[in-house]
């Protein structure tokens, strides 16, 4: 599999990497509902078997359950240690209810509770999980993350769902390796502004939710999204809901005749479109199973047409 250097590292990482939001399982209003943990180490093993060489997870996907089923995930591995990237400033209290905190106490708590639940010496990939308006905060969190750096906890340190005001302010403590934003193509917004600037920069991007939660995978129908059950965050969002929903699925039926062509599934094509902004490092696919990760590895061999893309731009356009 092809592979690009993030950012200002030394990692170079995979087209695609797996992504571990879902099988943090149930038990915080985040959750996409329930998922068995030997499921998730299989997807993960698959995953690395066909070449993924890097894995996203984050102390907030199922209150620190998913980084603890990484660390069982490649305990259990034998091949080639992929790189490990996770998640600091969201905590949650005693009832599963998540908040942001980036004061310098809890960061580096934070930061010794991943480490023990990865099960390693140094997180390669640090990163602040969202940005809060407190005036300060964020300067005082990325400050505690260029520290923890020198100590050697850290390998390299980013940030995710960042404004470009929030990075310039960010690199005037220390140099940023990656961005983490949200990236597909119902959402486009980091195309005006922040692509360009992390380009210049030499910021790696690293986005999430190519597929967008699922919805453009070629799975998800109107019977299907009407009966997601309540601990499925995916009922509430405006995207999953008429009258988007319908302007989403139709979207997905023209990437369904692109990868009919190529023998690719919808959620390969979706995948693949984002890997094509030069300013994109590899994208982030959350998977479950063995299934899912066969379904999407096909996206680095992607080819588009300019046909194909003038489909896709007309679609998009209504």
Aim: hydrophobic content about 40%.
């Amino acid at each position: 599999m092809d592979k690009k250097r993030l950012g200002n590292s030394d990692m170079e990482l995979t087209r695609i990497g797996l992504g571990t939001w879902a099988i943090g399982g149930l038990g915080y209003q985040y959750s996409w509902g329930p998922q068995d943990d030997q499921e998730s180490i299989k997807a993960i093993h698959r995953g690395l078997e066909l070449g993924m060489n890097w894995i996203d997870t984050a102390a907030g996907y199922g209150l620190g359950h998913a980084e603890e089923v990484v660390a069982q995930a490649l305990s259990e591995w034998s091949g080639p240690r992929p790189y490990v990237f996770t998640k600091c400033g969201l905590t949650w209290d005693d009832e599963g209810n998540i908040s942001n905190a980036l004061y310098a106490e809890s960061l580096r708590q934070e930061c010794e509770d991943s480490l023990r639940r990865l099960r390693v010496e140094a997180i390669d990939l640090f990163q602040i999980h969202w940005p809060t308006d407190v005036s300060g905060e964020n300067e005082e969190a990325w400050e505690t993350l260029a520290s923890l750096q020198k100590e050697g906890k850290l390998r390299w340190i980013g940030l995710s769902n960042f404004s470009v005001e929030q990075m310039q302010s960010a690199q005037t403590i220390a140099p940023i390796t990656s961005l983490q934003p949200p990236y597909s193509l119902i959402r486009r917004e980091i195309e005006a502004e922040i692509l360009p600037f992390c380009s210049q920069e030499n910021i790696g991007v690293i986005p999430y939710s190519p597929m967008f939660s699922g919805l453009l995978t070629g799975a998800m129908t109107k019977e299907r999204a009407a009966s997601l059950p309540d601990n499925d965050w995916r009922g509430k969002d405006p995207e999953f809901i008429e009258p988007k929903l319908s302007q989403n699925l139709k979207l997905v039926e023209g990437l369904k005749e692109i990868g009919a062509k190529q023998g690719r599934s919808v959620a390969e094509v979706a995948i693949a479109w984002t890997l094509l902004h030069p300013a994109i490092t590899g994208s982030i696919v959350g998977v479950r199973n063995v299934s899912q990760v066969d379904g999407i590895i096909g996206a680095v061999d992607v080819e588009f047409s300019k046909e194909d893309l003038a489909k896709i731009d007309a679609l998009l356009s209504h």
